[in-house]
């Protein structure tokens, strides 16, 4: 079953404009990770969150957590072209697993 | 730093053949994962390894897919006989494992279509 859901689905905006998107989770995390996948390659890591942290920076992206709603954001700031891809957030269980599970995503498009 | 690598790229049967996937994972990384992803849809876990035992292969259907890891290092997903729900990408992740590196690599992935 997937832990998380990304809203929106599909996400189209002009270059340099900023995306958000959100994801919900259901269960207790240990971290919270982003990942972007351009069309037929794997997964790239883009950012981890842990669940004692509430924002964090890298580059262009800001990503918040808030552990009470159970829900994080990925902002990426002054979009380019290359930005175009799906990005998927991933939960982490609070146990020694180290199980990833990952959410549908969000499809964005950043038109030049 | 090699990536994980995962062959074939593409491979497409009809339904009811066997068909096997390989990966190997980035060197020293303890836990490798399998993952299939739908198009449309997010990489759902099969199974996952830690070194060469099995942590979780809750939603994997054992009646048709087998995975091993060799020597705790190359992994092999086999799935026999194949379904036209099958088709999908394969995806195969490694990382060290540990608390503070819990971040996945992932390979380019194996597009599967069965017919």
């Known amino acids: 079953s997937q832990q998380g859901e990304e809203d929106p689905q599909a996400l189209s905006i002009q270059e340099g404009e900023n995306a958000t998107m959100n994801c919900s989770y259901k269960?207790?995390?240990?971290?919270l990770q982003w990942y972007r996948q351009n069309s037929g390659r794997g997964l790239v890591h883009l950012i981890l969150?842990?669940?004692?942290?509430r924002e964090k920076h890298s580059g262009r992206l800001r990503v918040t957590l808030d552990t009470s709603k159970k829900s994080s954001s990925l902002l990426i700031t002054a979009s380019r072209a290359a930005d175009t891809a799906s990005y998927f957030c991933?939960?982490?269980?609070?146990?020694?697993?180290?199980?990833?599970?990952f959410g549908s995503g969000t499809r964005l498009l950043v038109r030049p | 730093e090699a990536g994980v690598a995962q062959s074939p790229r593409y491979k497409i049967i009809e339904k009811r053949q066997s068909v096997a996937f390989w990966c190997n994972p980035i060197?020293?990384?303890?836990?490798l994962y399998w993952y299939q992803q739908i198009l449309g849809q997010g990489p759902k876990l099969l199974i996952q390894f830690q070194n060469n035992g099995v942590v979780d292969d809750s939603q994997l259907p054992k009646d048709r897919f087998s995975a091993e890891r060799l020597k705790g290092v190359d992994s092999t997903l086999k799935i026999q006989p194949a379904k036209l729900e099958d088709s999908a990408v394969y995806l195969c992740a490694s990382s060290l494992g540990d608390r503070d590196n819990e971040k996945l690599f992932f390979g380019s992935g194996t597009q599967l279509s069965v017919l």
């Open positions: 060197s020293g990384h303890a836990t």
């Open positions: 269960t207790s995390i240990n971290n």
């Open positions: 969150i842990r669940s004692n942290e």
């Open positions: 991933a939960t982490s269980r609070m146990d020694s697993s180290y199980k990833l599970i």
